[in-house]
């Protein structure tokens, strides 16, 4: 990944994260938590591709495990937002932009739900049984809600600032010099430069010229 998408990606990621466990873990509200984390995990993936998406997903889901009050094993989390986030970053679009809004709020759906699922079945493996004695079901139901509200407050600002952050202003510099070069031989081959200068040449001859019949008719005159 480039400079400017790991600054972008560890200046949201960790903003997320901050916010979800600091203001949203706190809301009591029945079931699941929204998942900031995991949608702005969604919005860089579907800018970044699957590959960007994978290295962002397993760098916020383990900054999650680390952070307090995490109860679980370290890495569960990190694996399940990896797979999440390799998964959404094949629902890139291909020129980048998104037609229209359903594609995203599916993506959103299904990572919710998919989110649960392997959180749930990662943590029965490791022997942890949370998820049955809250249910799962409502569980699911709540996380899908929660996360599709909030999606369009979150996904379309964080996809508009990865892209944005796409254009790195050290490239645009050196584009813009490579342009600028490309401009400047282009206005020399069309020969714009060279009939600058052989217009002055060309009005400094017909001076000349001018000069001289004046000194020919001038001379003339006094012969006559």
């Not at 890139?92 to 809004?101: H, Q």
């Given at each position: 990944m480039r400079v400017n998408r790991i600054l972008l990606s560890s200046v949201l990621v960790v903003v997320a994260l901050v916010v979800q466990v600091c203001i949203l873990s706190r809301l009591q509200l029945p079931g699941a938590v929204p998942d900031l984390l995991l949608l702005t995990v969604l919005g860089l993936a579907l800018v970044y591709g699957h590959v960007g998406g994978a290295l962002v997903g397993f760098g916020a889901g383990l900054l999650a495990d680390i952070a307090p009050p995490a109860d679980h094993a370290a890495g569960r989390y990190a694996l399940v937002l990896c797979v999440i986030g390799y998964l959404a970053g094949l629902a890139?679009?291909?020129?980048?932009?998104?037609?229209?809004?359903s594609g995203p709020m599916l993506v959103v759906v299904a990572a919710a739900v998919g989110t649960t699922l392997l959180y749930a079945g990662v943590g029965a493996l490791v022997g942890d049984t949370a998820a049955r004695h809250v249910g799962l079901g409502s569980l699911l139901f709540t996380a899908a809600l929660?996360?599709?509200?909030?999606?369009?407050?979150?996904?379309?600002?964080?996809?508009?600032?990865?892209?944005?952050?796409?254009?790195?202003?050290?490239?645009?510099?050196?584009?813009?010099?490579?342009?600028?070069?490309?401009?400047?031989?282009?206005?020399?081959?069309?020969?714009?430069?060279?009939?600058?200068?052989?217009?002055?040449?060309?009005?400094?001859?017909?001076?000349?010229?001018?000069?001289?019949?004046?000194?020919?008719?001038?001379?003339?005159?006094?012969?006559?």
């Open positions: 890139k679009p291909d020129n980048g932009r998104l037609r229209t809004a929660y996360d599709l509200l909030l999606a369009p407050f979150v996904v379309p600002g964080v996809m508009a600032l990865a892209r944005r952050a796409e254009n790195d202003p050290l490239a645009d510099s050196a584009g813009g010099g490579s342009k600028a070069t490309d401009v400047s031989a282009g206005w020399l081959s069309s020969g714009t430069g060279l009939r600058i200068g052989s217009q002055r040449g060309g009005l400094r001859m017909k001076a000349v010229k001018a000069r001289s019949a004046r000194a020919g008719r001038i001379k003339g005159v006094k012969r006559l």
